[in-house]
DNA sequence: GCGGATCAG
DNA sequence: ATGGCTGATCCGC
């Protein structure tokens, strides 16, 4: 449970032959395809053709049985969870000075958001694959493959493992972070072997270059937007739009011709969306993706209906986990989210029920803007930890470990100095052959950079990994991977600290003003580190089709999900899920009829004092205009923080 | 402070 | 046979 929401299960199991296909259609419900933040394109292949495949592909490697592992334990939180709520009653327990209270929370977010639509999120489609064709219009060479143009074929960008794919690709359920083996065999056999999946090697350097193209024309239109990645760009037009006659003020047009002018000069499609507040705009950016923009009229009624419709998972922070975890409760849009506002504060802890809160009306962009858009000197400004890991074939010698653990560190070590940057924990991270993966950490009293300050902290960390796995009888301390990241960095720059408090309360009071970027903590110099593909070692080479190395992530947690979730059997879920819908329909009515009740000593655990607490936790958060200090040691230094969320929050008083 | 889990791109 | 990498947050202990 981070952030935005917590865990989730929900696929039980069933007799999987009579409801293959529904089984099928509510596991990719589940994950990806259905109501994942993707949008189902027309031409497709069946989704349960794709996840057919991916679930043969996948059984019986260790991948996919650890993946397994971590759905059954989230299935295990969510019983908990549940069992839980049921036990206490649900919300019909709640004081009605409680509710009250979530509803006033509720008043304010929806009274305080911006009144127009002034804030565009651009997020470039198939932006590695994109750029490649950009490439070739730069370069004068043809976009092609054996004849054919590449947006009519399958192509992906990635060996072993699949960094993005382009539309055509997508048809055959091909995916960022899917395993290239298994792309392979998506479109291989979907095409009946008439197709082949094409491969273009990753160029991380010449994606930076085109991002920062990008990023020069958008600066014209806001010189303080602020970039999450090199492919999202979050913009506000307030200023913009004030200024004077581009596309007689209108929002749309001034978006469409922003986003022309980036096709025409950098050869890049983008989509865009245009709302009150950032959060909203980039949940639109995905709506008419690709070459698109969609325009949310602000306006609570406007924006209380487009919530009403959208998939909790479309809300940026609900990811595959947590969207099974709300399923469970019977939540699956927003409408339904606010309607169970009440259960929301008794089932998550203070921090996801209040992002869930506001999920449901949409209701962000009251507090002030992030004025880390005063960050341009480089995103690295509010870092707070740098790491390094890499996959290998398994080694389980201590010589052979540390020799790998050294490369880490030798690079870790490059790159902190390169950014001036010391911290006082190292974090080791050790994945064994099964995929299954540890952690282990230690804070000293001196920050470090030095690499070999660093391995010796590490090593021992690793070697403690080995004492506690090899005690174990069900795991064997063979790895895949190591990985190394360092935090709690130092306050740097003396005396920036204070002024740069300053700098962001002075900007909030201008409105968010552009005052100028640059300073900086950053005592530093520059950065423009970048993670480049692995480059210097030229170990891999690695082209497509390429074997060795690779790996893959989460995202795909999603098919593997899916995968599971067929091969297991689906009545439990049925059961439960009639269960709570059934408990709900009653206390629904007790609600309605008998409004509600106070049934006083509440016994169940949390109690209208636990939940006054946690609206206290969000009534903080709204005061402190939700903006993050984070003071970076004894320092008291104020930064902000580069989450999306920080990206995303508008600020609300600038009209 | 630590470690696991989740999310994003 | 083959399943990445970087950075961040939340939560329970
Ligand atoms: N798990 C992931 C997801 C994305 N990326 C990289 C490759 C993408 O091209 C880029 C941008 O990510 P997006 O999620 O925006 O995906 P795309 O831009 O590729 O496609 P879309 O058109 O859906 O935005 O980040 C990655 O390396 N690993
Ligand atoms: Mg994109």
Redesign the pocket.
């Known amino acids: 449970?981070?952030?935005?929401?917590?865990?989730?299960?929900g696929d039980g199991e069933k007799s999987k032959d009579s409801v293959e296909v529904d089984a099928t259609t509510r596991a990719s419900n589940l994950l990806v395809y259905g109501s994942g933040?993707g949008n189902q394109q027309q031409g497709s292949f069946p989704k349960e053709d794709i996840s057919a495949i991916?679930l043969r592909?996948?059984?019986?490697?260790?991948?996919?049985r650890q993946?397994v592992?971590?759905?059954e334990?989230?299935n295990e939180?969510i019983e908990e969870m549940k069992m839980k709520f049921e036990k206490e009653g649900g919300s019909s327990r709640l004081g009605s000075a409680a509710k009250t209270g979530i509803d006033l929370l509720v008043d304010k977010y929806r009274r305080s958001r911006p009144r127009e639509s002034n804030k565009v999120v651009i997020?470039m489609d198939s932006?590695y694959y994109s750029c490649a064709l950009a490439r070739h219009k730069e370069e004068g060479t043809q976009p092609s493959h054996q004849g054919v143009h590449l947006n009519q074929m399958p192509v992906v960008v990635?060996g072993?493992?699949?960094?993005t794919s382009n539309y055509e690709a997508r048809k055959y359920g091909v995916r960022?972070?899917?395993?290239?083996?298994?792309a392979?065999?998506l479109v291989a056999e979907l095409s009946k072997g008439k197709v082949k999946l094409l491969h273009l090697k990753?160029d991380h350097k010449y994606y930076a270059e085109k991002s920062a193209q990008v990023r020069s024309i958008l600066e014209e239109y806001d010189p303080n937007l602020k970039q999450?990645?090199?492919?999202?760009f979050y913009i506000d037009l307030t200023a913009h739009l004030a200024k004077s006659g581009d596309g007689s003020g209108d929002v749309q047009e001034v978006v469409s011709k922003m986003r022309a002018r980036v096709l025409e000069e950098c050869f890049l499609s983008c989509s865009a969306g245009i709302a009150p507040s950032s959060v909203l705009a980039?949940i639109c950016s995905?709506l008419n993706k690709p070459d698109g923009q969609y325009h949310l009229p602000p306006g609570d009624d406007s924006i209380m209906d487009f919530m009403r419709q959208l998939d909790c998972?479309k809300?940026?922070?609900?990811?595959?986990?947590?969207?099974?975890?709300l399923a469970a409760f019977g939540i699956e849009n927003c409408a339904e989210l606010y309607a169970r506002r009440y259960d929301i504060f008794k089932i998550?802890?203070?921090?996801?029920?209040?992002?869930l809160l506001r999920a449901s009306v949409g209701g962000w962009g009251g507090e002030d803007e992030d004025s880390a858009a005063s960050f341009g000197a480089g995103e690295?400004q509010?870092?707070?930890?740098?790491?390094?890991?890499?996959?290998?074939n398994?080694v389980w010698k201590r010589e052979d470990v540390s020799s790998q653990l050294e490369r880490?560190c030798e690079?870790?070590g490059q790159?902190m100095a390169r950014?001036g940057l010391r911290g006082r924990?190292i974090?080791?991270?050790v994945?064994l052959?099964s995929?299954?993966?540890?952690?282990?950490?230690?804070?000293?009293r001196v920050h470090m950079n030095e690499k070999e300050e660093i391995f010796k902290v590490a090593d021992e960390?690793v070697e403690?990994?080995r004492k506690?796995v090899e005690a174990r009888d069900d795991l064997e301390f063979k790895i895949?991977?190591l990985?190394v990241?360092v935090?709690?960095f130092e306050v740097k720059g003396g005396g920036g600290g204070g002024s740069i408090e300053k700098f962001f309360k002075k900007v909030e009071e201008e409105g968010g003003g552009g005052v100028g970027r640059g300073e900086e903590v950053r005592g530093g110099e520059e950065d423009d580190?970048e993670?480049?593909e692995?480059d210097e070692v030229e170990d891999?080479e690695e082209v497509m089709?390429?074997?060795?190395?690779?790996?893959?992530?989460?995202?795909?947690?999603d098919?593997?999900k899916f995968?599971k979730a067929l091969q297991v059997r689906y009545d439990e879920e049925q059961k439960q899920f009639e269960r709570m819908k059934e408990r709900e329909r009653e206390r629904e009515q007790e609600d309605t009829s008998k409004s509600r009740k106070e049934l006083g000593g509440g016994k169940g655990k949390l109690t209208d004092e636990e939940l006054a607490r946690r609206l206290q936790k969000e009534e903080e958060l709204w005061d402190r205009g939700r903006k993050?200090k984070?003071k970076t040691a004894k320092g008291g230094e104020v930064k902000k923080?580069?989450?999306?969320?920080?990206m995303m929050n508008g600020k609300g008083k600038g009209k």
């Not at 509010?382 to 290998?392: D, N």
């Not at 089709?545 to 947690?557: A, I, M, P, R, T």
Request: with cysteine.
């Open positions: 449970m981070n952030h935005p929401s917590s865990s989730g299960s933040k991916i592909c996948s059984s019986g490697s260790d991948y996919f993946q592992v971590k759905d334990k989230s939180r997020d932006f990635g072993g493992m699949i960094l960022s972070a899917m395993a290239g083996f298994i392979d065999k990753s999450y990645s090199l492919d999202e980039k995905d998972r809300v940026p922070g609900v990811g595959r986990v947590s969207q099974k975890f998550f802890k203070e921090k996801t029920a209040g992002f690295d509010g870092q707070k930890g740098i790491s390094i890991e890499r996959t290998f398994p880490v690079r870790l790159n950014k924990r974090t080791a991270k994945k052959a995929y299954v993966v540890f952690s282990r950490s230690k804070t000293g960390l403690r990994v506690e895949r991977l990985g990241r935090d709690e580190d993670e480049e692995d891999d089709l390429s074997l060795s190395q690779s790996q893959q992530d989460s995202e795909h947690v098919d593997w995968a993050r984070d923080q580069k989450t999306i969320f920080d």
